[in-house]
């Protein structure tokens, strides 16, 4: 099975961050691997790219017009890639050897349309110990309680979009990303461009995404995304995002429902129980940090209510 990824920069200012994650495209253990390399409008990076990899067999480039965006340039790098599965991967990530070849194990053994793997925290200045594992999808890695209490690799509604592939003839047959998701109405707070397209692919397919919880990618969490003020910031807008989405595809709420009410009904009487068994001063600030956010989320699910209805 030839695996397409695809990894798309638009600035030099990340090149050295995007050319480590090519190299960990470029070592997977699996034997037929494609990268597909899209510069959304920038020649420079296109020709600095293209100087350290253009040599490679195993390579293919494409520069869009102009700054398109990240879900257009996506869309670009399937439409010239050449695997029978297109994967995408983030400048800012890091894949295990074995990525894709577990992802690919997923696709023989479960016939899958779409798998994705787990996405760790790769801390590049500290691990914020305050930050409960809950609250992990703030900084874009997997978070306590996805995927749990299911066969694996379990079906879910979607992984991350810097860990997810799909059959190529399907992602194409269903157009791929929608690449009006965080322009929506010219609302550049409105994220979720995996999920709708999962969402689509469900009701086209009736078939979610594999799980593969061992298909790992790591993920770098600069300084600025461990600080308070960004994440309580990052948080509201994703309460607001969760609403909008669900505001243009139905149902795509669900999960997040679901994992509210493990986190009322499980999460935070755990926390609770082990703090007072065993007092800890960090344990009480992932604690209350876990009340804060989730609470930060709702507030921002609540204004989305009342702007979209």
Known sequence: ???SVVL????????????????SVLDQTHEDVELVFVSD???????????????????????NDENRGLLVSRNNGAEVASGDVVAFI??????????????VAAYDEYDAIAAGGRMDPIWVDGE???????????????????GEG???????????????????DVFLDLGGFDDEIGGRKGDKNLQGGETELCARMQAEYGRGVRYVPDAE????????????????????????????????????????????????????PQRLRNLVSDPDVTAAKQLVWLVLLTGVVGLGYLYGVVKWG
């Open 1 to 3: 099975m030839r695996v």
């Open 8 to 23: 798309c920069e638009h600035t030099l200012d990340r090149y050295d961050a995007v050319t480590e994650a090519a190299r």
């Open 41 to 63: 409008g920038n020649p420079d990076v296109l020709e600095r790219f293209e100087a350290d990899f253009g040599d490679r067999e195993n390579v293919v480039t494409h520069c």
């Open 90 to 103: 983030d400048d800012d990530a890091v894949a295990h050897p074995a990525w894709i070849e577990r992802l």
């Open 128 to 146: 914020p110990r305050f930050l409960p594992e809950e609250h992990y999808y703030l900084i874009g890695a997997t978070y306590r309680g996805f």
């Open 150 to 168: 299911r066969t694996v690799p379990a079906e879910v509604r979607n992984t991350n979009g810097s860990n997810i592939s799909f059959r190529r």
């Open 217 to 268: 990618v790591g993920h770098k969490v600069f300084a600025y995304r461990t600080e308070p003020k960004w994440l309580l910031d990052r948080a509201f807008w994703q309460g607001y995002s969760k609403r909008g989405m669900q505001q243009f595809v139905p149902g795509s709420a669900e999960e997040e429902g679901d994992f509210l009410g493990k986190i009322l009904g499980e999460f935070v």
